[in-house]
């Protein structure tokens, strides 16, 4: 089954020779995804998201082909570009590809849950990404959600955030298990996979089958030091700063 977002077109499935496949454009049914022995997403981190739900029910294969504005879920699975998703392809048709199972975070509101793969985030990062949404495609591909950020950074006032280890299970990677952080912030950004925003590294550490979120909560500070210091997150080296 190939799954196309709203950047790509049949003509990048035929590239896969996906002749036999089904197309689907819009929301695939549940009886498509049990039907297929894979699926080919091409889009990216919003396309992924839109469909995690009903992929991860399935449990079917999935390569994701990355041809979105954002491919932070792609490039955490090693698949930089179509060029390689094609190579991965090509070995998972031939019987040789390898097939892995990673974690899933999920939101519970008080009627609903809604899974993420990439990171789920309050604060400063959530308004950057609200505002990047609006921006076009083009420009959210080519830094638009770094403008974003700094964009938030000029207007965004700290906020009160509490954060409790609610872990369910041991916990093996916490030095301070069970620790509560309660103070004013400027974000809170609970990472399954290193980066988002189109390869901004929020959690370098970050790993997709490890079983764990790593949580990355930066203290308030002026504007001036946030402007000074927002570049660092590209690199992740922004987690060694005391803030």
Avoid at 58 to 65: E, Q
Avoid at 70 to 82: C, H, P, S
Avoid at 158 to 166: E, G, L, N, T, V
Wanted: neutral net charge.
């Amino acid at each position: 089954l190939a799954i196309l977002g709203p950047n790509a077109s049949a003509r990048e499935a035929r590239a896969f020779d996906c002749s036999r496949c089904s197309v689907s454009v819009g929301e695939p049914s549940s009886e498509l995804l049990q039907d297929a022995d894979a699926v080919l997403v091409f889009g990216g981190d919003g396309t992924v998201h839109r469909h995690l739900a009903l992929l991860s029910e399935s449990a079917t294969p999935v390569l994701v082909v990355p041809h979105g504005s954002g491919n932070d879920f792609a490039r955490a699975l090693g698949i930089v570009n179509r060029s390689q998703a094609a190579v991965a392809w090509r070995r998972f048709c031939a019987g040789v590809g390898q097939v892995r199972n990673v974690d899933l975070g999920v939101v519970r509101a008080e009627d609903s849950e809604t899974l993420f793969c990439c990171s789920a985030s309050v604060g400063l990062d959530a308004d950057a990404n609200r505002r990047a949404n609006r921006y076009p495609r083009w420009l959210r591909a080519r830094g638009g959600y770094l403008l974003a950020g700094i964009t938030s950074a000029l207007t965004f006032r700290p906020q009160c955030f509490k954060i409790s280890d609610a872990a369910v299970g041991p916990v093996t990677h916490s030095a301070s298990a069970g620790a509560i952080i309660s103070e004013p912030g400027l974000l809170v950004a609970c990472a399954n996979a290193p980066a988002y925003g189109d390869g901004l590294r929020i959690a370098p550490e970050a790993r997709l089958d490890d079983g764990l979120l790593d949580v990355c909560f930066v203290r308030a500070m002026s504007r001036t030091r946030l402007l000074m210091v927002a570049r660092a997150v590209v690199s992740g080296t922004h987690v060694r700063l005391p803030e």
